[in-house]
Structures are given as C-alpha cells and as structure tokens.
Nanobody
Framework: QVQLVESGGGLVQAGGSLRLSCAAS????????MGWFRQGPGKEREFVAA????????LYPDSVKGRFTISRDNAKKMVYLQMNSLKPEDTAVYYC???????????????WGQGTPVTVSS
C-alpha cells in the first residue's frame, strides 16, 4: 500500500517554473514506478511523466518533453516534477501516481494522490 500527498502547486506566469513534490508513505515505495498526471478544466486526465523504480528510465509525452523533468529520492520517499517554460495550457490539477512498473504507472496507476492545482497565467 502506498499513500501519496502532492504539494507545490500554485499560480505562476507563463514562461515561469514550478516544482511539484509528492511525499509517499509505505514500506515498499522503492519498488514502485512513479508518475505524474494532470487534468485541465474540461479535459480528461492525461499522462505527464513517469520514472522507473531504479531511476534509470523516464517517459514523457511530446507535450511536456524538454520542459518537464521527473525525479525521485527513494531514501526520502519523494518524487518531484520540475516544470519549466510553463504555458497557460499547462494549467491543471496535477496528480502523483504509483504503479508496479513504468508502463503500468503511465497508463493505469495502482495508487493516486489527491492532486495539487497549478495555474499558469498569460
């Protein structure tokens, strides 16, 4: 079992940066792949980033590739999403997720956090 709590969301101007954090609890955190999703106003939830349990593989959709970076600290049970060059279309509630492997977490995670809102003003 893994519990996830996101933080770091807020209001930022277009072109700015923001770093989201996800604190995990549970003894098996290190064995899970971790990911981030987002859901914008009137939109479906979409995949944003994923990282393998060993920290050597990452996945991003084209919409954020080169702007967003996912990282993890297994010792601290933390996952981060560094977001640079933010655009108004990045406005969404961002969710942390955990899954058995990087393919699972990028498609149908086993665990979800409650989300943290990000608003990018133009």
């Amino acid at each position: 079992q893994v519990q996830l709590v996101e933080s770091g969301g807020g209001l930022v101007q277009a072109g700015g940066s923001l770093r989201l954090s996800c604190a995990a609890s549970g003894r098996t955190f290190g064995s899970y792949a971790m990911g981030w999703f987002r859901q914008g106003p009137g939109k479906e939830r979409e995949f944003v980033a994923a990282i393998s349990w060993s920290d050597d593989t990452t996945l991003y959709p084209d919409s954020v590739k080169g702007r967003f970076t996912i990282s993890r600290d297994n010792a601290k049970k933390m996952v981060y999403l560094q977001m640079n060059s933010l655009k108004p279309e990045d406005t969404a509630v961002y969710y942390c997720a955990a899954g058995a492997n990087i393919i699972v977490v990028s498609a149908l995670p086993d665990y979800w956090g409650q989300g943290t809102p990000v608003t990018v003003s133009s």
